[in-house]
């Protein structure tokens, strides 16, 4: 056991404690505990035996066991002798690693020549001297002393503090640490000129809240009145203070405890969040103006989609009468034309023309026959259905397109609109007088289909375009205000 003892200290002595695992420390233990169970068993005296018939110093005799026993604490000590020198020859140590290397060294030696010589005066030359030196005990003994003398004279475990107390100073954060008395243990250069504390005086809430003004030291006694009734909990508090650059600061105090949970210290830091806020301001108040820019940029995009809607609506609308313009209508027609032809759906167009009119534009004026128009586009649309479509197809002269119409439906629809027109009475402009207008209107209906048709559906539907505008021409010399129909239908 005192070979792995001692393998295990020249490790962590010579920084190579890293090799040192759980798995690693039970397989160089299994030698020393079968040693531990051979030396309590002892079988048939094979470690020591004693033998009354000698004389008292010579009673004890070593079996094979003791040897190999020897033999491990040898393997030990030169696994822990080939480790050091070669730690010694690395070139990239440390000063100070060097020395910790030479400083188990010289121990190992010290132990090894200790352990030799009670080998030979205890066991070889015990007759000469008649008596058991136990020099091992001197050696273990006497390395201990060196070594913690060399550690001593070294400060090699003093590194630790050292660096410690160099990373407090060199914090930004300000660190008070007190043990349970409230006494100051540690702190930091960032600190000490703020608070004019030093290390042992007694820590009083009601000092360090004077030094500051106002709210400040409120909210610092409001801490520290909640750490009285909260001790377990960590507490944090931020400071809006005017010191140098320093505007606000976070104050934590949080509890130092020990490994039964038991409060042995406390610790406070003061953290500038100064940055950190100016930061945060600047980003909620760029927030705020990305949001109003948001904002302005949704009503521009309204104001544009309305401008869209509006631009598309003039694009297939009449911009007098309010009705579809020639454009949409033909466009409209195009794409349901092939539906109506491949799945038989019949469908009728009305192409009709105002009588005279270029009569009321010279009697009454343009602006009087604008009022014209757009009053009987009004009325036909009351006999129109929300199906139907009509569109301003030039000048005086509109089209009506029917889905779903079939011959009986389009002549009473065809009735309806022409006798609605003849009724519509619309103010001259002139006095009281009004003006009536009669229509002549021609009508086609689709109700018999050629498949053929859906080759060229463009060409098709001239066709039936000129056919309804035939039976409207054929309505104008006939005298006019009466309807026609397409004698192909």
């Known amino acids: 056991m005192l070979g792995v003892g001692w393998l295990v200290f020249i490790l962590y002595l010579s920084g190579q404690s890293y090799v040192i695992r759980k798995s690693r420390m039970l397989v160089l233990a299994i030698p020393a505990f079968l040693s531990v169970a051979v030396v309590c068993w002892n079988p048939a005296g094979m470690f020591l035996q004693i033998n009354n018939e000698l004389g008292p110093v010579k009673q004890l005799q ?6 190999v026993m020897i033999g491990q604490l040898l393997l030990y000590l030169s696994v822990s002798l080939i480790l050091l020198i070669h730690k010694l020859r690395m070139k990239d140590e440390s000063t100070r690693q060097r020395q910790m290397v030479r400083t188990a060294l010289i121990g190992l030696f010290m132990l090894a020549f200790f352990a030799i010589g009670d080998l030979l005066v205890n066991i ?8 058991y030196i136990p020099l091992i005990s001197i050696g273990l003994t006497t390395t201990a002393v060196y070594i913690v003398n060399a550690i001593s004279r070294n400060r090699v475990f003093d590194i630790i503090g050292i660096v410690q107390r160099d990373v407090m100073n060199t914090m930004s954060t300000g660190i008070l640490v007190m043990d349970e008395n409230d006494v100051i243990l540690e702190i930091n250069k960032m600190l000490q000129p703020i608070l004019k504390l030093r290390i042992g005086d007694f820590f009083q809430p009601f000092s360090l809240a004077a030094q500051f003004k106002d709210e400040p030291a409120r909210q610092l006694l409001a801490l520290f009145e909640s750490q009285r009734m909260r001790p377990m909990e960590r ?8 010191f140098n650059d ?18 042995i210290g406390r610790v406070l830091t003061f953290q500038d969040v100064t940055e950190l806020r100016m930061l945060v301001e600047e980003t909620n108040s760029q927030n705020e103006l990305l949001q109003q820019r948001n904002k302005e940029l949704l009503v521009m995009q309204d104001e ?31 794409s349901e034309i092939v539906s109506n032809i491949r799945y038989g759906i019949p469908f009728s167009l009305f192409i009709f023309d105002l009588d005279h009119f270029k009569m009321i534009n010279d009697r009454f004026g343009h602006l009087a026959g604008d009022e014209v128009l757009c009053s009987t586009v009004q009325a036909v649309r009351r006999v129109l259905r929300p199906t139907d479509v009509l569109a301003r197809f030039g000048g005086e002269e509109f089209t009506v397109y029917l889905p779903h119409t079939n011959r009986e439906q389009a002549d009473l ?28 209107m021609g009508v086609r209906t689709i109700d018999r289909f050629d498949l053929d048709n859906l080759t060229d559906p463009k060409s098709y539907l001239r066709e039936l375009m000129a056919e309804a505008d035939a039976a409207l021409y054929e309505a104008k010399y006939s005298g006019r205000n009466r309807i026609v129909k397409s004698k192909l239908a």
């Open 124 to 131: 070889y030359f015990i007759d000469l001297l008649n008596n």
């Open 413 to 440: 629809i065809a009735e309806q609109v022409k006798m609605t027109v003849e009724q519509n009475k619309v103010p001259s402009g002139i006095g009281d007088g009004v003006v009536s207008v009669t229509i002549s």
């Open 62 to 67: 070593h079996g094979p066991l003791y040897w």
């Open 246 to 263: 320093i505007c606000y600061v976070v104050v934590q105090s949080a509890p130092i405890l020990d490994g039964k949970k038991r409060i």
């Open 235 to 242: 507490l944090e508090v931020e400071l809006n203070i005017n």
């Open 304 to 334: 544009l989609s309305q401008a869209n809607r509006k631009l598309e609506q003039m694009a297939i609308t009449d911009g007098l009468t309010g009705c579809f313009n020639r454009r949409y209508l033909l466009q409209q027609l195009e």
